[in-house]
């Protein structure tokens, strides 16, 4: 067979699969998002062997494409009415889930025996989460209530903070470790977040006025995509983050387009296929024996980031003035993570080599639960606070 055959053959029974899946999904408790991962981790490489090397070289690819859709759809949602009455929840709850969250692991990493610039550095890393699978989930369980958009906007800010976390702590660790130069990585943290906000404005702009005038009030599905992917490609390029590139973008567009009526809306009917090959993939990627290498400090980790952001959600709440709801369930509904804390924990152990095992063993045997464990207390939370 050639590869473009065994390509499509490929994507093809994955979409089947998928459909399969939202299904069953729809008749259990368990979120589609958690059964597309345990399916790709059963037929992936560690499992059945299922997925041809040939497919598995575009994963990248398709989870940038996947991610800059789900940017968007984000960005979409920030629109200035949907925060009139959350602005301080979405701020207090988003910081405060993050920062404690570090805190409370690096704690617990800490007392557990790890070094401590590791343990510093695993706690930023644990600060971050999935907002793909967040945003899915979300939809899926057709939640439109308050608690629901509250918990998007809350996942569009969650990730610069873990950004801007990480940089802090590799500059604070560099001061407590004088044989290790990290002078440059606050600088690149920076540029990473800064620069991928003025160029989502820069193109989110021209995009507000230009976009939804072939067919008035709507873009349509070439615009869209037009604008994903030259969004994507540049944020690339220029070596900034493409997630927030893409937020910005569709929180300019939808704050500006005076003229839509919804904006992206097009994307939103056909992300689903993208959302299947990615979390499948994405559980074909995750080697399930190594969670059986995380041992005590992998334990505590998982354990303190459940705890941290739990509490740190709810104080959130407090500061805030949120409602009881919010502040009971808001905690749980941060659970997951993914990419982020992945791509995080491979830049930590290029400049720790000599614990690399410790890091990757930590942040993807931990990804690997909370990937599976996490969309299922979103779904929970969803239900309880939205009915």
Not at 260 to 285: D, K
Request: proline share 4%; net charge negative; glycine share 12%.
């Amino acid at each position: 067979m050639t590869n473009s055959s065994v390509l499509f053959l490929t994507l093809g029974g994955i979409l089947l699969l998928g459909l399969l899946i939202s299904t069953i999904a729809q008749r259990t408790v368990l979120p589609r998002v958690t059964l597309l991962v345990i399916l790709g981790a059963v037929i992936g490489p560690h499992g059945l062997n299922l997925i041809p090397d040939v497919f598995t070289h575009y994963f990248e690819v398709i989870a940038q494409t996947t991610l800059l859709m789900v940017g968007f759809l984000l960005g979409g949602k920030l629109t200035t009415e949907s925060l009139q009455q959350h602005t301080g929840d979405v701020f207090w709850i988003s910081i405060c889930a993050a920062v404690i969250t570090t805190m409370v692991v690096s704690i617990g990493l800490i007392w557990a025996g790890v070094p401590t610039e590791i343990a510093m550095i695993l706690g930023c890393i644990a600060s971050a989460t999935a907002p793909a699978a967040i945003l899915d989930v979300t939809a899926e369980s057709g939640s439109q209530g308050p608690f629901s958009r509250l918990l998007v906007a809350i996942v569009t800010l969650d990730d610069i903070w873990a950004l801007v976390l990480f940089g802090i702590g590799f500059s604070l660790v560099a001061y407590l470790n004088d044989s290790v130069d990290h002078s440059g990585m606050l600088w690149s943290v920076a540029w990473e977040i800064g620069g991928a906000v003025l160029l989502g404005a820069v193109v989110g702009v021209p995009a507000a006025y230009l976009t939804g005038r072939i067919k008035p009030g709507q873009p349509i599905l070439t615009e869209a995509m037009a604008i994903v992917l030259i969004c994507g490609g540049l944020a690339l390029w220029l070596e900034v983050s493409y997630l927030i590139t893409a937020i910005v973008t569709g929180a300019v567009v939808s704050n500006f387009a005076s003229h839509h009526e919804y904006p992206f809306h097009a994307i939103e009917g056909i992300e689903w296929p993208f959302m299947v090959v990615f979390f499948t993939l994405a559980g074909a990627s995750l080697d399930l024996s190594i969670a059986r290498e995380i041992g005590v400090a992998g334990a505590v980790y998982i354990g303190c980031r459940t705890i941290g952001k739990y509490v740190g959600a709810g104080a959130g709440g407090i500061i805030s003035q949120a409602d009881a709801t919010t502040k009971s369930w808001i905690g749980v509904a941060l659970l997951p993570q993914a990419g982020v804390s992945i791509g995080m924990g491979l830049v930590a152990a290029s400049h720790y080599p000599e614990q690399r095992q410790m890091l990757l063993s930590i942040v993807i045997g931990s990804t690997v639960f909370f990937e599976i464990i996490g969309p299922i207390f979103v779904r929970l939370a969803l239900k309880r606070a939205d009915g």
